[in-house]
Structure formats: C-alpha cells, structure tokens
Nanobody, 120 residues
C-alpha cells in the first residue's frame, strides 16, 4: 500500500493551500484517513481525520480554518487549509488505515510528507 501526498508549498500568511493524498496498492478497503504534521524535534500530531463514513475530527488549532474531505472512489483524502499562519509551517503527512486482502485487522500506512511553508 502506498500513499502519495502532494500540494504543499510556500504561501503568505492568510493564504490557502490544498493538500491531496491518494492511496494505491492491494487493500480490501480503507477505514479512516487523516493528516498529521511534525515539526523538527517534536512529535507527530493529528491535524484532522475522516472516517470511512465521513465523520471528521479536527485538532483545536485548525478548527474553522482547515477542512478535511475524502473521495472514496479515488481512494483519496484532501486537506483544504485556509487562513494559514507561520506557525502552520512544517511537514504534513497523510495516513490511512486499511483492511488488507489476506490478513485480519487494520493496518496503518503513511505518505512521504509534504512541506508547507507560511511566510509572515
């Protein structure tokens, strides 16, 4: 299972970016998909997650600014980031928990990370 993230870049404070992440490979289904971020020297933290049924959950620091969505037909998850601030600068990772064809249970996979830089 591979997750390919894209959409990061450089934006001025107050601007917007849209991150995309597509899952590919051999899996039976995808459970929840999400976005995390990790600054140097810090632990990876949840940004937003969306369940297979579309229920969303956000970190307090992005509520009202970021919106997570998914397209099940494309095995993809998106993160619309508005009102970006310099403190949002870091690497963003997408994740997915999937059901594999040959094993019971859920397995978590991560994308390669995409850099978001917000200038003041």
């Amino acid at each position: 299972v591979q997750l390919q993230a894209s959409g990061g870049g450089l934006v001025q404070a107050g601007g917007s970016l849209r991150l995309s992440c597509a899952a590919s490979g051999s899996f039976r289904s995808i459970n929840d998909m999400g976005w995390y971020r990790q600054a140097p020297g810090k632990e990876r933290e949840l940004v937003a997650v969306v369940s297979g049924g579309g229920t969303t959950n956000y970190a307090d620091f992005v509520k009202g600014r970021f919106t997570i969505s998914r397209d099940n037909a494309k095995n993809s998850v998106y993160l619309q980031m508005n009102s970006l601030q310099p403190e949002d600068t870091t690497v963003y990772y997408c994740s997915a928990r999937v059901v594999l064809p040959t094993r019971p249970g859920l397995y978590a996979y991560w994308g390669q990370g995409t850099q978001v830089t917000v200038s003041s």
